[in-house]
T-cell receptor
Framework: EAQVTQNPRYLITVTGKKLTVTCSQN?????MSWYRQDPGLGLRQIYY???????DKGDVPEGYKVSRKEKRNFPLILESPSPNQTSLYFC??????????FGSGTRLTVV | AQKITQTQPGMFVQEKEAVTLDCTYD???????LFWYKQPSSGEMIFLIY??????QNATEGRYSLNFQKARKSANLVISASQLGDSAMYFC??????????????FGAGTRLFVKA
């Protein structure tokens, strides 16, 4: 089954404790992206990647890191999470044509 | 600057009727793609339909069609014969850079659609 797999689905952590949200796709898509969704703000792009070793900042990259060492994986790293990073996070991938396939989302709470 | 506007926070439609969800955009890039996504209450994001800026005809996918008016910079989603399962949040999105994908993509704030029985 073609899919984007994100883990974990739910995460509660404390301020300052480094965490990684994993994202993997099995569709050989070139493009991958991370979004956060907050009430009333829609989805805001954090980082995106057009291919292996090619990444760029979206609209809200502060406090986040990404890497694209393999085509299928695009992890999101929070080096020192803060409460304002509490949000619903989505990973998404697409080919050069068509729309995104989204992961199921990761609900992160930073206390 | 890139911008997407959805002016309808919420809408009601009677089952089996058609409904139009509005979306306007702003970009200086002549090559872009426009998308609509559905987010049911369960939370997943589902791709519905795509329109390229150079496409001559409006996109259609089953009961979904995209009313693309390039001069007015609008990309409204039309859902025909609404069903109860269409109740969801709908997001309009724009991808700049190339007609066929990649690059930066922004989303509107969304429109919540309620379908009444």
């Amino acid at each position: 089954e073609a899919q984007v797999t994100q883990n974990p689905r739910y995460l509660i952590t404390v301020t300052g404790k480094k965490l990684t949200v994993t994202c993997s796709q099995n569709m050989n898509h070139e493009y991958m992206s991370w979004y956060r969704q907050d009430p009333g703000l829609g989805l805001r792009q954090i980082y995106y990647s057009m291919n292996v070793e090619v990444t760029d900042k979206g609209d809200v990259p502060e406090g986040y890191k990404v890497s694209r060492k393999e085509k299928r994986n695009f992890p999101l790293i929070l080096e020192s999470p803060s409460p304002n990073q509490t949000s619903l996070y989505f990973c998404a991938s697409s080919s050069s044509l068509g729309g995104y396939t989204f992961g199921s989302g990761t609900r992160l709470t930073v206390v | 600057a890139q911008k997407i506007t959805q002016t309808q926070p919420g809408m009601f439609v009677q089952e089996k009727e058609a409904v139009t969800l509005d979306c306007t955009y702003d970009t200086s890039d002549p090559s872009y793609g426009l998308f609509w996504y559905k987010q049911p209450s369960s939370g997943e994001m589902i791709f519905l339909i795509y329109q390229g800026s150079y496409d001559q005809q409006n996109a259609t996918e089953g009961r979904y069609s995209l009313n693309f008016q390039k001069a007015r910079k609008s990309a409204n989603l039309v859902i025909s014969a609404s069903q109860l399962g269409d109740s969801a949040m709908y997001f309009c999105a724009m991808r700049e850079g190339r007609n066929t994908g990649g690059f930066k993509t922004i989303f509107g704030a969304g429109t919540r659609l309620f379908v009444k029985a």
